[in-house]
DNA sequence: ATAGCGCCCTGGTGGC
DNA sequence: TGCCACCAGGGCGCTA
């Protein structure tokens, strides 16, 4: 599922050659996936327009064009942003294609179809959750003390409130249960009852794990490849995510796969307390 | 305000 | 071997 990691590694990649393709054309296969404008609509808007940069707020990418609308994807579990060369072989369930001049394509696939696209003029467009993400993990602005601060006085499990959106952006399922796992604490526990120390070390291994993964290009668990359709290499690197049955590299006992908060939860019973 | 749950959607998997 | 229930889960809308 791409998060923080695998989207930036998506935006870094459509940065280095979005800026300055003009949109030739728009291919829209399944009109659902746009959220918010029909595909004529878009057509109409997007088609002589120019890409001038892409962003990323938490698991959103966001593509700027020379007349200062957007278009902000999100790519949910099974969405996959590439650019190819247009007569490359596309990959399944291919849903929306944008053609570029110099002759490359924008291309969107997802099996699922639960990602979206939004298009963002004047009149506003973007989806719910972009205007009220909560802080980057990996921005100068996320210290310990914001981290305090988003847990304290909550009964949630603390896992809940690393994937609340609203609260910190861009942890999903994967890499909370790394932090968690590598923090020591059990994702069940109240997020308020974490002593100050703990808070710490969350924090700190939140910043790492998203870091390391960053570098590795991110996590593939099934579907994730990035904007050149390449996996990441991260998944090596899980100490907890997907191991259910087998041992903890820390301590050797098995590792053990729960429900908390809605969300499949992998767990080492004698690491994290 | 907060917390919990069902829904969307499809392919892969595991059990019988 | 074949079938089918179940699982994966981010975000959103609904409920208490």
Redesign the pocket.
Known sequence: ?P?LPEVETVRRQLAAVLPGRRIKGVDVRLA?ILRNIAPEALQERIIGRRFTGVDRR???LILHLDDGARLIV?L??TGRMTVARAGDPEWP?TRVVVSLDGGSELRFSD????GTWHYAGDTGGE????A?MGVEPLSDGFTPDTLAGVLA?????VK??L?D?RRIAGI???Y?DEALFRAGIDPAR???SLSAEEVTRLHEKIREVLQASLEKGGTTV?DYVNGRGVPGEFQKYLEV?GRAGQPCRRCGTQLV?R?V????THVCPRCQR
């Open positions: 599922m998060e659902r938490g698991k959103f999100h949910r579990m369930y099996v699922r179809t639960f989806p719910p959750g972009l009220a006085g909550r009964r949630a499990p809940a409130v994937l959106q999903g399922n994967i909370a109240p997020a308020g099934r995510y796969k429900k908060a809605g969300r499949g």
